[in-house]
């Protein structure tokens, strides 16, 4: 290795020396030094904001925002069948262009489990961007969700509007006038105005020219979280008011570094490399040792004993295994070679090699997940890219992340590695469930109080997200402090999750990141709180909430809490904690839910599901 690097770098500095004397001419000669004339540097300085954290450069996330983000240097598309777009209940087809911002045409959608997006309402972005939204001059039309809206939709995304007069809520008076030709009481309130005639929930805001009215001609909407407004997955990130502008740090799940593994690029080598077997590159799919067999460009790095002459190989020359799920047969499969270490929402690749300067340019990839209630497609390969990221020369540290982190082809993620096919995809979300797929009715797996657990845990993740998915860090007024994790979002104060985590190895270690406040990645947390332990907790938490609920008294009807309302209360519970208030008006940090619109949205998810899938 060693003769290797010195005959490598003696033959650039020969090169060099010949190429000088080619363009300038005889080394100049002053007082008896020889040199050569100084060159001023065409590399471009880096346009990404950073910090230096043990003198090493990370992206300032306080200052990176989609905004500011470069432009995709390639251009691509993504094509969805139509009985895909049928089963999610929206199109997230798209095309991009070399030029164009990621936010023109990344999702809501694609960021769910990886930033939470969707837990931001038009008020927490405002505050988060510092952008000065003023509600009074900005319209309807620029808040992308309102194009996607019936009458029936916005009530159920903010359900106080039932209460209000239908003459209070300009756009609702006259989307009632343009499109009905008898006329309506405009004292009459909304809710009563549905109960009477449910289909006028179906109206489209559409219809109206939404440019015509500001955001504060509807009462609630800028406190209303986005994910509670219908299909808010197709909706561009530059089509939501101010969110371009909000900082990654400032997200619900910020960006943060995985990891603290740091190493020494080395030296570059270009094309010519082969058989390459001490990677630390690769993806999630087949994990982070990957090794390349021929043209290998990559950078080879120095540092501690685990990194010492190790190879991050460069993702224009290497494709590995990636994505999840059904979507995992996008672009055949693959993915460039690269890491994770600032968490999934994106891949960080080496993608540019110069063997003759020295030096390293990285690339970050993008990814669509989708899902949408009970359907969870998976996510797609990271093949959106390359947007230019950092620069690196020879000699300078680089942030590698978790260097040691459990290769994640062992652990699954938020949906199983599949086949293409979408016929007979195993349900890798709920065991308890057949597939999304089966036409064949089921019976939703066991019951407890009446109420099927297989159904009730779907309706409980379409709200809290995926086996992955971890929530902000937070400290409650009892002094407990960590994070919700998992497809329930079961708080890592708990006993029954410490003792889950605690029995397996490192496990430990891991909880005492997740206490301190530490970034931990989706694959680390299900290394410790594997979707069996998710699965077997919540079935248990679940039962126990339905016996205590049965024992309850609901106060709309003076008889213990059955049916819906059951569902109702045993989510109140899950969201709220066993004493909470029956539909209380208490809220999460972000505003999204309160115990009683959780209740609500539980039930409606359940009941979808069970006649969905045919339940019995």
Known sequence: MFLHKFSRRLYWAVTGFLLSIFLFGLPLTIDGFTGLKAVASTQPPSPIPTTTWQN???????????????????????????????????DPSRNWSAGQKPADFLMLGDFQDGFKLQDFSLSTINHASSTGLNLNRTSLQEFGVMAYQTLGSLVKAIPTLSHLPIEEVKPILDLLQSQLTTDVNPAQTIGQLLAQSPLLGDLEFSKLP??????????????????????????????????SDVPFSQFPTPANPVGTDVGTVDIAFGSAEQQRERTISGSDVEGFTVPCEQDCAHAELAGSAKILGRQWISGKSQDVRGGHGILAAVNNGLEPTGRLPFGDAFKVVI???????????????????????????????????????????????IFLGNVDAIAPSTNLSQSTQTSASAEGVPNAINP??????????????????????????????????????????????????????????????????REKILSKPGGKQFLAKVDAGKAVSSDEMLSYFSQADQNALFDADASALLDRASEQIDPTTGQPFTGSRLIERAAQMHFGGPAAATDGGVSDAFGRFTLYTYGKEAAANYQSTFNSLGCS
């Open 56 to 90: 090493t450069p990370l992206p300032d996330w306080n200052q990176i925002t989609f905004s500011n983000l470069p432009a995709i240097a390639e251009s691509g598309s993504l094509t969805v069948p139509n009985d895909v777009v049928n089963q999610l209940g929206y």
């Open 210 to 243: 939404l440019d015509k009215y500001d955001l504060a001609s509807i009462p609630g909407l800028d406190t209303t979280s986005i994910g509670s407004f219908s299909d808010w997955q197709i909706v561009n990130i530059d089509q939501i008011p101010g969110l």
């Open 351 to 397: 993608w540019d090699i110069s063997e003759p300067k020295g030096t390293v340019d990285t690339a970050l990839f993008f990814r669509f997940c989708m899902r949408k209630g009970f359907v969870d497609l998976g996510c797609t390969p990271y093949f959106i890219g390359p947007i230019p990221w950092l620069s690196y020369h020879e000699k300078d540290a």
């Open 432 to 497: 308890h469930l057949p597939s999304a797929n089966s036409s064949k009715p089921g019976n939703c797996g066991p019951t407890h109080q009446g109420v099927s657990l297989g159904a009730y845990a779907s309706a409980i993740s379409e709200i809290e997200g995926g086996y992955g998915s971890i929530g902000s860090f937070v400290e409650d007024s009892a002094g407990n402090r960590g994070r919700a994790l998992g497809r329930y979002q079961l708080m890592s104060y708990r006993n029954d999750v």
